[in-house]
Nanobody, 121 residues
Framework: QLQLVESGGGLVQPGGSLRLSCTASGFTLGTYIIGWFRQAPGKERDGVSCIRSNGISDYERSVTGRFTISRDNAKNTVYLQMNDLKPEDTAIYYC???????????????WGQGTQVTVSS
């Protein structure tokens, strides 16, 4: 069974950091483009970052310089290091696997269940 599982979410104060993990089972994550998305209540699911199999990555403008995406193919895992978190980063974060480096969620085939990130004092 093909599956993605996110972990690492939680409650953090503004300015704090979290590292999200996305681990695949049933398929080799390294052969896919992995994207991180987030969805706040009442809003659409938006792309945050994506990483290609060769390690080249893209970032949405509001997280550039604060978030870093990386992958460990040996662990079949992609990470999203989030620093200097802001209240507006609060959302459910999802990882997804696809074949096109895009922030359009419709282009991704496999999705995790999401992990909640809350930034609040």
């Amino acid at each position: 069974q093909l599956q993605l599982v996110e972990s690492g979410g939680g409650l953090v104060q503004p300015g704090g950091s979290l590292r999200l993990s996305c681990t695949a089972s049933g398929f080799t994550l390294g052969t896919y483009i992995i994207g991180w998305f987030r969805q706040a209540p009442g809003k659409e699911r938006d792309g945050v970052s994506c990483i290609r199999s060769n390690g080249i990555s893209d970032y949405e403008r509001s997280v550039t310089g604060r978030f870093t995406i990386s992958r460990d193919n040996a662990k079949n895992t992609v990470y999203l290091q989030m620093n200097d978190l802001k209240p507006e980063d609060t959302a459910i974060y999802y990882c997804a696997a696809g074949n096109v480096p895009t922030f359009s969620p419709h282009m991704y085939h496999y999705w995790g269940q999401g992990t909640q990130v809350t930034v609040s004092s």
